[in-house]
T-cell receptor, first 115, second 122 residues
């Protein structure tokens, strides 16, 4: 079945450091790939997505490129801020729509940014 | 926009009782809602897909008679945990799919998540 593997945390960085959170996947067909972020006490929020190979999703300074050859979707940010502290989830969806498009999630990576 | 609420945010109940959790899309219509379960330090696991006006589709291994789902309107889905037992204690999260793109082009077709409900069964 489908699965998502992401690096386990917590990941602790200093403010303005470069961030990479690795994510690899196993899926049948051609999945869409997502990064969600969960801030303390809040629900998951869609951060960015990519729907086909070589697509780059970007939002709020975060980027991730859909790499089909390495089945990866690593999340990167050039300069992190304290406000980026949260749990980040990599996810995929293989359904084409209708009811068959629930998400498969990784375990989440807790990111802690220190001033 | 794209706000999904859940009620209650936490609930404690006795073993053998039933608990209902509500999931509402506050500013958009959702023909499809999803229910997930999250164990501590684990990923979210899809339990079922709830379609407005029809029966829910359950993932393999999820007991449909134990986890009753009703999606009576385009903005409300409910999950009822029947005859709850301590092993049902978990964090339950719903999401609503913005099929019509009410939240904008980026959100069209994507899922927006509620804040979750912590269920503790004694």
């Amino acid at each position: 079945g489908d699965s998502v593997t992401q690096m386990e945390g917590p990941v602790t960085l200093s403010e303005e450091a470069f961030l990479t959170i690795n994510c690899t996947y196993t899926a049948t067909g051609y999945p869409s790939l997502f990064w969600y972020v969960q801030y303390p006490g809040e629900g998951l929020q869609l951060l960015l997505k990519a729907t086909k190979a070589d697509d780059k999703g970007s939002n709020k300074g975060f980027e991730a490129t859909y790499r089909k050859e390495t089945t990866s979707f690593h999340l990167e940010k050039g300069s992190v801020q304290v406000s980026d502290s949260a749990v980040y989830f990599c996810a995929l969806r293989t359904g084409s729509g209708g009811g068959a498009d629930g998400l498969t999630f990784g375990k989440g990576t807790h990111l802690i940014i220190q001033p | 926009g794209a706000v999904v609420s859940q009620h209650p945010s936490w609930v404690i109940c006795k073993s053998g009782t039933s608990v209902k959790i509500e999931c509402r899309s506050l500013d958009f219509q959702a023909t499809t809602m999803f229910w997930y379960r999250q164990f501590p330090k684990q990923s979210l696991m899809l339990m079922a897909t709830s379609n407005e006006g029809s029966k829910a589709t359950y993932e393999q291994g999820v007991e449909k008679d134990k986890f009753l789902i009703n999606h009576a309107s385009l903005t409300l889905s409910t999950l009822t945990v029947t005859s709850a037992h301590p092993e049902d204690s978990s964090f339950y999260i719903c999401s609503a799919r913005d099929y019509f793109g009410t939240t904008g082009l980026v959100g069209r077709g994507e899922q927006f998540f509620g804040p979750g409900t912590r269920l503790t069964v004694l």
